[in-house]
C-alpha cells in the first residue's frame, strides 16, 4: 500500500466519553462571534457555521461530538479538526486546555491556516 493511500485508510474515531448529555447546553466559544450561532443545531443550518464547526470542535473539549456523530457534516468537521490536532499538536497543547483528539494523520489544506490562526488567538484572548 502507498503512504497516500494508507494516510487515507486511517479513520479518526469519535470517542465516547462522559461529557454533558446536551451539545445545546454547552457554550459554544467560536461560532457565536464568527457565525452568530449559539447551538449546534443552528450551526446545522447556516452554510458559514457548518464550514467553521471544525474549528468549534478543534478548540472546545466540552461539545459532546459523540451525540452529533450520526451526522456526515459533524463526522467530516471531526475528522478535519482531529487531522489540525495531530499537525499542530504541541501548539495546541500550549495555548488550549483540553483532552487530546484522536491521532489522525491525514491531509489539512494549509489554505486554512489563517483561519486557524486567527482562531486560536481570538479563543486565547477571549478564554
Not at 17 to 35: E, M, Q
Not at 39 to 48: C, G, N, Q
Not at 77 to 89: E, F, H, Q
Amino acid at each position: 500500500m502507498s503512504p497516500l493511500a494508507l494516510l487515507f485508510s486511517i479513520p479518526c474515531t469519535l470517542p465516547m466519553l462522559n461529557k454533558p448529555t446536551s451539545v445545546s447546553a454547552t457554550k459554544l466559544k467560536l461560532l457565536p462571534a464568527y457565525a452568530g450561532v449559539d447551538s449546534i443545531e443552528d450551526a446545522l443550518r447556516m452554510p458559514r457555521a457548518l464550514r467553521l464547526l471544525w474549528l468549534e470542535i478543534l478548540v472546545n473539549e466540552r461539545l459532546d461530538v459523540p451525540s452529533w456523530q450520526h451526522l456526515p457534516e459533524v463526522r467530516e468537521a471531526y475528522t478535519k479538526a482531529c487531522r489540525w490536532y495531530t499537525s499542530y499538536r504541541s501548539v495546541l497543547n500550549a495555548i488550549l486546555s483540553r483532552e487530546s483528539l484522536p491521532h489522525d494523520p491525514g491531509p489539512i489544506d494549509f489554505r486554512e491556516y489563517r483561519t486557524f490562526a486567527e482562531a486560536l488567538r481570538f479563543v486565547t484572548t477571549q478564554y
